[in-house]
């Protein structure tokens, strides 16, 4: 997790939702098959590899490219093939379950960037629980993971406080016209690189079917 100076716009990252070994391995599989094509291009059909690629390009864009991030005053929810700006006081409500899941301008945006397992997500965040308790935590309290901290609860508390100074610096209250208006300014962008890749393996992987 990285800021800029004090006088700039805060820019945080957070960690990935894990996932890494998952595409290294995905990985490995694919170069595998691409080999033993390779190796015996005349007994081995050229869909093989093909489609190992497009596996390969699948789990790794999936579990890689996800992320999440503060910059710029704005939530940054990095998913498989697009990129979702939300000015964070426009965000009404943040969870973070198995994905993070935020609500702006009476919509719900997710991103599988950040979240629990599946156990961990039926539990709830029992450290917000008991941050609300006792009035919750400070913005400058909130910067780094306390000790046993889960890494989710972590970035569900970090993301609200930071969206709680975004509607002091703005005078934007939760739920209000303001904020819906501010809604407004969301944008989606599309991946194209992920979006190129994908379709030139899906495209390769028809054509080798064709061929036979």
């Known amino acids: 997790m990285t800021r800029t100076e004090a006088s700039e716009p805060a820019v945080e990252k957070f ?18 098959f691409i080999l033993a094509w390779a190796i015996d ?21 999936s579990t890689v490219r996800p992320r999440v991030r503060v910059q710029n005053h704005e939530l940054v929810l990095q998913n498989m093939v697009t990129t979702t700006y939300l000015p964070l006081a426009s965000i009404d409500e943040v969870a973070v379950r198995q994905v993070m899941a935020v609500r702006a301008g009476g919509q719900r945006y997710i991103c599988s960037g950040v979240g629990r397992s599946m156990r961990s997500a039926l539990k709830g965040s029992s450290v917000e629980q008991a941050r609300q308790q006792v009035g919750g935590l400070r913005g400058e ?19 609200r406080e930071l969206i709680n100074e975004d509607r002091m610096r703005r005078g934007v209250k939760r739920y209000s016209p303001e904020a819906d208006e ?10 194209w690189p992920a979006i190129a890749i994908l379709a ?6 028809v054509v080798s079917l064709v061929v036979g």
């Not at 007994?43 to 489609?51: D, E, F, G, S, T």
């Not at 501010?182 to 991946?191: E, G, M, N």
């Open 15 to 32: 960690a990935p939702n894990g996932g890494t070994v998952t595409a290294v391995v995905a990985g490995l599989v694919a170069l595998a």
């Open 41 to 61: 291009i005349h007994r081995v059909a050229l869909w093989v590899p093909a489609l190992a690629l497009l596996g390969g390009a699948i789990v790794w864009i």
């Open 141 to 159: 309290l909130a910067k780094v993971p306390e000790p046993g901290m889960h890494y989710a609860d972590f970035v569900e508390l970090r993301v």
């Open 182 to 191: 501010l809604a407004k300014q969301v944008r989606r962008v599309p991946s």
């Open 200 to 205: 030139v393996v899906a495209v390769f992987l």
